[in-house]
């Protein structure tokens, strides 16, 4: 049973061992900390629950200082996280508790909370989807049936609901009303149909859940929350979303598989293999030129968050030489900030095209090293702190508050805010910053949120920086894998970009997956369309192949590799070893096969001239 005080105490000689070790340990963040956690049960519970499971994975939960020490979370890059990390106790909302898993292994982690805690004791988080302006014309319509024709009904309620304007996630068929005059003329024609819409518009159509989110319950869940049986033995899901979840006192968990770790596995795993290296990620640094030059210079194909064209291009922009760079990036590149021009006005505070001023010492810390710019939620709370003297939690609600623009509190806190800051600067310079602020709203993202990923980004680069055949050799078998070959076809590309040889498919050679061989890449059969897994896995298994009719005689009992792999395989010129090739190369397996199925049906053993004399005596 978790007591709450003795792991309190267990904390404390755990980190007195670490400082007499020499370990550099903020004993005042620590006590900080543990006090919020407090405040929010279940939060102690949880941490003292990864520290004992030490389960395998990234985890971007980076706000916890005592989870980083405990060696729960990922190392900070060069020991830059700390001083952000005192950031997030401006946080008095509820936390919640993100963790990144390798792809393999999502699943199982998802059971071990099941299996520790109780399937009545844990839930997936309900959802529901509404029905929004362009989905409540076309059930309305086609409940209604106006032309009396399935079909012609379908294309009429299509025809109607698009007319409703796109590109505007708040949109309501009052503004679709007021942007198209032709919605107007098909009310006076349907207004029955209308008068439904209008009243069925924005009620719930659908529940289901949250693909990664759970919440843990310390009493049955039932006694706390409705809930909702899923399908089959996968347990329950609850009929509360996130928000009322939270009001109960409950703790969000999300268990997020994520592919770029499964990389991280299978590339380290090689180098130790083949090359006897043994590679910490967590211990690379966050300066290492080889990688920042990468990115400078937008070779981030196949790097976590990096790797859009319009990303490549900011990173060029802002010529990236530093984390804090690459961080920013991750940032702004939202459609949000993009909308807002943020990423311009980084760029020309980087590059000296405009001068940065501070309107106020205390923001100077604040504001560096975004160039005067206004980025993260971090910035919004420490200025609100530091210059209009908020306390945490007010601090918090603006956070929040920005973001919506509206309502009671947010004007109460703009007013809180012009009058502390005012206090320390011109009014006009006051009223000024808070009109950034409130701009801001619309895209600040998550300082510690950024940087976490942004680490996973580095470590991406640095390996493609330095182990290119490796990298690039294990993100192209887990797009495999994942069936992604469109994905395949990129990133071929980018091998070739790289000038990296990838040798072509070959039935005698290539294996399953991508493979090396020497310091050239040979092409996996299972990349080819058309050729599954299975298939790929057994022509492997029973490679290699003296001839093509060997190939047909082996492979011919064997239901996953069909005519269609078979050809599949021809066209892409697996069998060159044989000379069988195109449409002929078709025609002849096909003569094969028949002669093949001929001498199986007689049960004719396959011999030649020298074998049959094989049990004659002289």
Known sequence: MFKEKEFIKFLSLEFKAQEQAGGDIDFDRIKSEIKIMMSHEGM????FDLYSKRVKGEKNNVNSYIAYKLGVTTKEPDGEFTPRLKFDLARVSHPDIDIDFDFNFRDDIYQYLIDKYGRDRTANIGT???????????????????????????????????LVPGGDPDMTLEKAFDAEPQLGKWQSKLKNIFDVCFATEGLCWNHSFHAAGIVISDVPMAEIAPLHKLNGDKGYSSQFEMVEL????????????????????????????????????????????????????????????LERDGMRKLLKDIEVDSFHDVAATSALYRPGALAAGAHDLYCDGKHGRVSISYDHPCLKPILEDTYGQLIYQEQCQLIAIKLADFTIKEADLLRKAIGKKKGDIFKKLKDQFISGAIKKIPSHKAESLWTKLEDMGGYAFNKSHAYAYSMISMQCAYLKAHYPLYYMKNVMNVEVTDGKLDKVEVLLKECKFMNIKVLPVNVNYSKSEFSIEGKTLRMALSGIKGIGVKAALEIENLAPYKTFDRFVEKTLKISVVNKATIEALIFEG????????????????YKVKKNVEYMKNRKIQRTDMFNSFDDVSF
């Open 246 to 305: 939270e009001d109960l006192g409950l703790i969000k968990f999300d268990i997020l598989a994520l592919k770029t770790l499964s990389i991280f596995r299978l590339v380290l795993k090689d180098l130790k293999n083949d090359l006897d290296i043994t590679l910490d990620l967590d211990n690379i640094s966050m300066s290492d030129k080889k990688t920042l030059e990468l990115i400078r210079q937008g070779k981030t194909v196949a790097v976590f968050q």
């Open 44 to 47: 102690l519970k949880s941490i």
């Open 128 to 162: 529901y989807q509404t029905l929004q302006a362009k989905s409540a014309i076309k059930r309305t319509v086609k409940a209604f049936d106006p032309c009396k024709d399935k079909v012609e009904t379908l294309r009429l309620s299509e025809q109607i609901a698009g």
């Open 574 to 589: 697996a069998f060159c070893d044989f000379d069988i090739y195109g449409q002929d190369g078709v025609d002849e397996y």
